[in-house]
C-alpha cells in the first residue's frame, strides 16, 4: 500500500513558479510509476505528466511539455513536478498518483494509489 500527500500548491501570478512535492509512504513507492493529474472545477481530471518507476523515462501532456519538468527521488521516497511559465489555464487541483504496474499510461483508471491534491491558482 502506498499513500501519497502532495504538497507546494498556492497562488501565483502569471509567468511565475510553482514546486509540487508528493511525499510517499510505504515501501513499494520505489517499483511504482507515478503520475501528477489535474482538474479544473466543472471538468474532468486530466493527465498532466508520468515517470517510470526508475525515473528513467517520461511523458508529458502537450499543454505542459517544455514548461513542466517531473521527477523522483526513490531514496526519499518523494516525486516532484516543476512547473515554469505558469498561465491562468494551470489553475486547478493537483493530484499525483501511483500505479504498480510497468506500463507508463495516462489513464485515470489505470493509477491505484492518489493524493488529497494540492491547489494551485494562477492569476492573470
Known amino acids: 500500500q502506498v499513500q501519497l500527500v502532495e504538497s507546494g500548491g498556492g497562488l501565483v501570478q502569471a509567468g511565475g513558479t510553482l514546486r509540487l512535492s508528493c511525499a510517499a509512504s510505504g515501501r513499494t513507492f520505489s517499483s511504482c510509476a507515478m503520475g501528477w493529474f489535474r482538474q479544473a472545477p466543472g471538468k474532468d481530471r486530466e493527465f498532466v505528466a508520468a515517470?517510470?518507476?526508475?525515473?528513467?523515462?517520461?511523458d508529458y501532456a502537450a499543454s505542459v511539455r517544455g514548461r513542466f519538468t517531473i521527477s523522483r527521488d526513490n531514496v526519499k521516497n518523494t516525486g516532484f513536478l516543476q512547473m515554469n511559465s505558469l498561465n491562468p489555464d494551470d489553475t486547478a487541483v493537483y493530484y499525483c498518483a501511483a500505479t504498480a504496474r510497468s506500463v507508463l499510461t495516462r489513464l485515470v483508471f489505470w493509477y491505484e494509489h492518489w493524493g488529497q491534491g494540492t491547489q494551485v491558482t494562477v492569476s492573470s
Open positions: 515517470i517510470s518507476a526508475s525515473g528513467a523515462v517520461t
